[in-house]
């Protein structure tokens, strides 16, 4: 049976929104457990694998590192479309040509609507960092922009991300494989 991408992305949406707004959860929990409910990732986990992502909550336990609502987003591909057996591949090569492109390109999007991939270099953009009033909606608006973006990348094929462009050196790694 073919996925509705469209109905699943407007859901994980949806469901991010309010998982952070209603729910009590943090910015990965919020996305990861969108994901999951609004079938990105069904049939693979159910809701009690929410817990997966709550330490990735604060940029990794408040520690300010990366943002969890990017951290959820990328766990949830790699949960749909990640290496079952990462031992079989001897090509370290293949890593950057095939898989890599997919959570690159998902981190490098992520960026361009936060600001950063670091959940600290996001907060400290407000002058009272988590405690401004402007963090929150800001936070709100990043969980929801982080699941729509996710549900954009679970739903490409393998061979659509090989198409894609990788430039580590964007991020400023140089030669690491």
């Given amino acids: 049976m073919q996925k509705d991408w469209d109905e699943i992305r407007k859901l994980a949406v949806e469901y991010a929104a309010d998982n952070i707004n209603n729910r009590s959860m943090n910015c990965s929990e919020s996305v990861f457990e969108a994901l999951i409910r609004s079938g990105a990732i069904s049939g693979q986990l159910d809701l009690s694998a929410v817990s997966y992502a ?4 604060g940029g990794i336990g408040g520690a300010g590192f990366t943002c969890g ?3 959820a987003g990328i766990l949830a591909n790699g949960i749909a479309h990640g290496r079952k057996a990462p031992a079989s591949t001897t090509n370290r090569m293949e890593l950057k040509e ?3 492109k997919r959570y690159h390109n998902l981190a490098k999007d992520f960026v361009k609507v ?10 400290d953009k407000f002058p009272d960092g988590y405690h401004d009033p402007q963090t929150r ?3 709100i608006r990043i969980v929801t922009e982080a699941a729509g973006i996710a549900v954009d990348y679970m739903k ?4 659509e ?9 964007t991020v400023g790694i140089k030669n690491w494989i």
């Avoid at 936060?114 to 907060?123: F, M, T």
């Avoid at 991300?161 to 050196?169: I, R, S, V």
């Fill in 98 to 100: 095939t898989l890599y």
């Fill in 156 to 159: 490409l094929s393998a061979d």
């Fill in 54 to 57: 709550t330490g990735f909550g």
């Fill in 69 to 71: 609502a990017l951290a």
């Fill in 114 to 123: 936060a600001g950063s991939g670091l959940c600290g270099e996001i907060i």
């Fill in 161 to 169: 991300c090989a198409a894609l462009e990788y430039d580590p050196g």
């Fill in 137 to 139: 909606p800001n936070c």
